[in-house]
């Protein structure tokens, strides 16, 4: 309160000089009029006689009346006598009613600055004492009580950010504040642009003024006087405050728009204190959300090297083996062992490759670098290479595959490799789930607006829990249990993010102990020649 207070008490105390000088003028207009009354009534006497000696002496005689002109003269001076009381009556009339409106005036100037003081002190005590109160409850008890005290009808407070430039409403109060919530302005356009920018407050009056704010004025609102200030600190501006008063008789004065600047230079700092306590407040929240997820990162980097070490290596040593095997033993293998030893010395190192390829995908998908090279490919074609390059897996396993294609389906614009790579992971990921003996159903088929792939299996099946997050990065393989083979657990979030760069959906339905069926969406835009039907008026509507 030490920044309230001098500017409080000696206006206070110039109240009572001020009252003491008008009653001694009204005194000293009091004693003059009696004054000259007195004389007057002195004179009159004190010129009559004189004359009535002139007569006598001119010989009218002692009971001679005197002439008319001094009849005249007598009634004149009487009447200016009445005259000039009258008037000075009317004067001290008029003095007292301007008495009488100083007083009250200097009442309400007392009252308001009374209780913008207790406001002031209010967030001068809440900032003192450190109390974490959110910018948003700040601001309503700004223009609640700014409300209550000025005798206003509505207030609004905008705040700016000077990131775009905009000042937007974040507190409204009163009679029409729908008006004012929600509002959006820039720095220097309307009236609240013009006050922060120019950080100069605006008085305003309820009819359209002929100055720049002319074409602001909103006749529909009936604000018979409203005021705006700049709330700063220092030299800059971070809101503006908005008052407003709606059918009033009563127009803001100078004194109201003066107090309402004090008042609004101190909350200002309240509330750039807040503001930046909330931003440091969302700043930490940010980085407790940023720790918690490098931490989970870095948990993920670690079962992620450990994965793919183990994974890299178990390929990488059946062919070192195989190696070895071919370069001891070259003389003493026949041909069909040879031949054998070299068909998985190649298999293992395509399984390797695949490995490494889905690794530089995942790296090229984070970086955005990842791009498709489409042309016009048969999907059915496609399905049938990735069956096939599964099918050692599978057959290695007891596992069936089944196919159904659709073979009504066009020729569709899409990355050849990429999108086999999608097939492959989902085969791959079916036969490494379902158990020996069992069956994995490959099918094509197009349905209404898409082209449908989907590789079905008899495996556990997937609880809701875990289908939640099954595409995520690591959603699964790492960390799953009961799996022939392990996997990067990369395998399902490269399918959803290579499908999703064709413009597909991806997605799985499944029931635990009932096996799962995943799925992928491909736009009937993909296929070769399509041209988008014309929508009617009634569709565009509906859209």
């Known amino acids: 309160m030490t920044d309230i207070e001098p500017v409080i008490g000696p206006v206070a105390a110039d109240h009572a000089p001020h009252r003491g000088r008008l009653d001694r003028l009204t005194w000293w207009l009091w004693s003059l009029t009696f004054s000259v009354v007195v004389a007057l009534a002195a004179a009159i006497p004190l010129l009559y006689l004189p004359l009535l000696r002139t007569l006598e002496e001119s010989g009218a005689g002692p009971g001679a009346a005197p002439p008319l002109e001094t009849y005249y003269a007598v009634v004149g001076l009487a009447g200016l006598v009445l005259i000039f009381c009258l008037y000075v009556t009317l004067k001290q009339a008029e003095v007292n009613r301007m008495r009488k409106a ?33 910018l948003g409850v700040i601001l309503e008890i700004i223009v609640r009580r700014v409300v209550s005290t000025l005798r206003a009808q509505q207030s609004s407070i905008m705040i700016y950010n000077p990131e775009d430039g905009i000042l937007e409403t ?116 940010q980085l407790e959300e940023a720790n918690l997820r490098l931490s989970e990162l870095n948990q993920l980097k670690d079962v992620f090297l450990s994965t793919a070490s183990h994974e890299l290596k178990t390929p990488l040593s059946s062919v070192i083996a195989y190696a070895e095997l071919l370069e001891d033993n070259a003389d003493k293998l026949a041909g069909e062992q040879r031949a054998e030893f070299l068909r998985r010395l190649r298999s293992e190192a395509m399984r390797l490759m695949g490995l490494i390829e889905d690794i530089l995908d995942l790296s090229r998908l984070e970086s955005g670098k990842l791009l498709l090279r489409r042309h016009a490919v048969s999907l059915n074609d496609v399905v049938r290479d990735s069956v096939e390059t599964v099918r050692p897996s599978a057959e290695k396993h007891r596992i069936s595959l089944l196919e159904d294609y659709s073979e009504e389906l066009p020729r569709l614009s899409l990355d050849e490799v990429k999108m086999r790579q999608v097939v492959v992971n989902l085969i791959a990921n079916a036969v490494r789930f379902s158990p020996e003996g069992s069956r994995v159903t490959v099918r094509t088929w197009g349905e209404e607006g898409a082209f449908v792939i989907d590789v079905a299996d008899e495996g556990p099946g997937i609880s809701p829990d875990e289908a939640t997050h099954i595409f995520e990065l690591f959603g699964q393989g790492a960390s799953a249990r009961g799996v022939r083979e392990g996997g990067l657990g990369i395998g399902l979030h490269l399918v959803k993010r290579i499908s999703e760069l064709h413009g597909a959906h991806v997605g799985v339905n499944s029931e635990a102990g009932k096996g799962s069926t995943f799925w992928i969406r491909l736009p009937v835009s993909l296929a070769e020649g399509y041209v988008a039907p014309l929508q009617s008026d009634e569709e565009r509507k509906a859209a």
């Open 102 to 134: 100083l007083a009250a005036e200097e009442e309400e100037k007392e009252a308001v600055r009374a209780r913008l003081s207790e406001l002031s002190a209010l967030f001068q005590v809440s900032t003192t004492l450190n109390l974490q109160l959110r």
């Open 170 to 285: 974040r507190a409204a109060y009163g009679l029409e504040s729908e008006f004012a919530r929600n509002g959006r302005t820039r720095m220097g356009e309307g009236i609240a642009g013009w006050v922060a920018e120019r950080q100069e407050a605006v008085l305003l009056g309820g009819r359209a003024p002929e100055s720049e704010f002319g074409k602001h004025y909103k006749s529909n609102r009936n604000i018979t006087s409203a005021l705006s200030l700049p709330l700063r600190v220092g030299d800059r501006c971070v809101g503006v405050l908005n008052v407003n008063r709606i059918n009033h008789p009563e127009p803001f004065k100078d004194h109201h728009r003066d107090m309402l600047r004090m008042f609004a230079e101190h909350v200002g700092a309240v509330i750039d204190r807040a503001e930046a306590l909330e931003r440091l407040n969302a700043r930490s929240r």
